[in-house]
C-alpha cells in the first residue's frame, strides 16, 4: 500500500498542478491562435497598412496653384505670365497627385482644377496629367501633354468642343492657352490616338464614351489643340 502512495501522479499530490497546467494549457492555446490569427489577418494588416500610407500621402499634396494665388495677392510671387521663357529650375515641378493649375475651354462647361497624374483619386477631384512617358509633359516643356476626366463630371463638356475653341490652361507657373483642330472616338487600346514622340508641345484631352455611360466602355472621346501661346520652360536662361 506504501509503495502505491508513492507512485501517485503530481495531479493526485500536488496543488499547484491544479493552477500550473491550466496556465500552461491556456499559454499554448493563446499562442497557436496567435500563430493562426497572424497568418489569417496578414493580408488585412497589409491592406489596411495600404490605406494609411496612402491617406498619408493624399494629406500631403500641394496645391501649387491656389498658393501661386495667394503669393501673387501678398506681392511675393514672380510675375511669370508674360514671361517668354521661364528657367524650369526656378518654378516647383508637381508631384502625383499635386493640384498644379485649372483648365477651361471657351464655349463649352468646362472649368476643372489640374492635377499631376491620373489615378483614381485625383480623377475623382478633378482633371489629370498623364505622366508615365518621356514624351509627355505639363505646359510649356514642349511635349505632348495628355489630360484625362471623368464624362459625367468634369469633362463632360467636352462634347460641346468645336473646331477653333480656345483651351486656356492656367498653372501656378503661366497662362497657356490651345486652338482645337480635331475631335473623335477611338477604342482605348488604340495606339493611333496620342503620338508621344513629337517635339512640338499639343495638348489632348479624352474621356470615356458615350458620354452618358456608368462604368467601364471601350471607347474614348479625344480632343486634339495646338499651342498657341505660354511662357517655354527652359533648362537655364543663360
Same mark, same amino acid.
Given at each position: 500500500?506504501?509503495?502505491?502512495?508513492?507512485?501517485?501522479?503530481?495531479?493526485?499530490?500536488?496543488?499547484?498542478?491544479?493552477?500550473?497546467?491550466?496556465?500552461?494549457?491556456?499559454?499554448?492555446?493563446?499562442?497557436?491562435?496567435?500563430?493562426?490569427?497572424?497568418?489569417?489577418?496578414?493580408?488585412?494588416?497589409?491592406?489596411?497598412?495600404?490605406?494609411?500610407?496612402?491617406?498619408?500621402?493624399?494629406?500631403?499634396?500641394?496645391?501649387?496653384?491656389?498658393?501661386?494665388?495667394? &503669393?501673387? *495677392?501678398?506681392? !511675393? #510671387?514672380?510675375?511669370?505670365?508674360?514671361?517668354?521663357?521661364?528657367?524650369?529650375?526656378?518654378?516647383? %515641378? $508637381?508631384?502625383?497627385?499635386?493640384?498644379?493649375?485649372?483648365?477651361?475651354?471657351?464655349?463649352?462647361?468646362?472649368?476643372?482644377?489640374?492635377?499631376?497624374?491620373?489615378?483614381?483619386?485625383?480623377?475623382?477631384?478633378?482633371?489629370?496629367?498623364?505622366?508615365?512617358?518621356?514624351?509627355?509633359?505639363?505646359?510649356?516643356?514642349?511635349?505632348?501633354?495628355?489630360?484625362?476626366?471623368?464624362?459625367?463630371?468634369?469633362?463632360?463638356?467636352?462634347?460641346?468642343?468645336?473646331?477653333?475653341?480656345?483651351?486656356?490652361?492656367?498653372?501656378?507657373?503661366?497662362?497657356?492657352?490651345?486652338?482645337?483642330?480635331?475631335?473623335?472616338?477611338? &477604342?482605348? *487600346?488604340?495606339? !493611333? #490616338?496620342?503620338?508621344?514622340?513629337?517635339?512640338?508641345?499639343?495638348?489632348?484631352?479624352?474621356?470615356? %464614351? $458615350?458620354?452618358?455611360?456608368?462604368?467601364?466602355?471601350?471607347?474614348?472621346?479625344?480632343?486634339?489643340?495646338?499651342?498657341?501661346?505660354?511662357?517655354?520652360?527652359?533648362?537655364?536662361?543663360?
Amino acid at each position: 500500500m506504501t509503495h502505491s502512495s508513492s507512485n501517485r501522479s503530481f495531479l493526485r499530490k500536488s496543488w499547484a498542478a491544479y493552477i500550473a497546467v491550466p496556465i500552461l494549457f491556456a499559454v499554448i492555446s493563446i499562442g497557436a491562435l496567435f500563430l493562426l490569427g497572424n497568418a489569417l489577418l496578414s493580408p488585412y494588416k497589409e491592406m489596411v497598412g495600404w490605406f494609411f500610407s496612402k491617406s498619408e500621402e493624399i494629406e500631403t499634396n500641394r496645391d501649387l496653384y491656389s498658393q501661386a494665388i495667394a &503669393d501673387a *495677392q501678398n506681392g !511675393t #510671387a514672380a510675375q511669370n505670365n508674360t514671361a517668354q521663357t521661364i528657367d524650369k529650375q526656378s518654378i516647383t %515641378y $508637381p508631384y502625383p497627385g499635386d493640384r498644379y493649375g485649372e483648365i477651361s475651354i471657351e464655349g463649352t462647361t468646362v472649368s476643372a482644377p489640374l492635377y499631376y497624374g491620373d489615378d483614381t483619386a485625383t480623377l475623382n477631384k478633378g482633371v489629370g496629367t498623364f505622366k508615365d512617358d518621356v514624351g509627355v509633359g505639363i505646359p510649356g516643356e514642349g511635349k505632348t501633354i495628355l489630360l484625362a476626366g471623368h464624362n459625367n463630371t468634369f469633362f463632360n463638356g467636352l462634347q460641346q468642343v468645336e473646331v477653333g475653341d480656345i483651351v486656356t490652361i492656367e498653372t501656378h507657373y503661366g497662362t497657356y492657352t490651345y486652338e482645337v483642330t480635331d475631335m473623335g472616338v477611338k &477604342d482605348y *487600346q488604340d495606339a !493611333t #490616338a496620342y503620338d508621344f514622340t513629337r517635339t512640338d508641345e499639343n495638348l489632348i484631352m479624352y474621356t470615356c %464614351y $458615350p458620354f452618358d455611360a456608368l462604368g467601364f466602355t471601350s471607347d474614348r472621346y479625344f480632343v486634339y489643340a495646338k499651342y498657341v501661346s505660354g511662357p517655354v520652360l527652359v533648362d537655364g536662361e543663360g
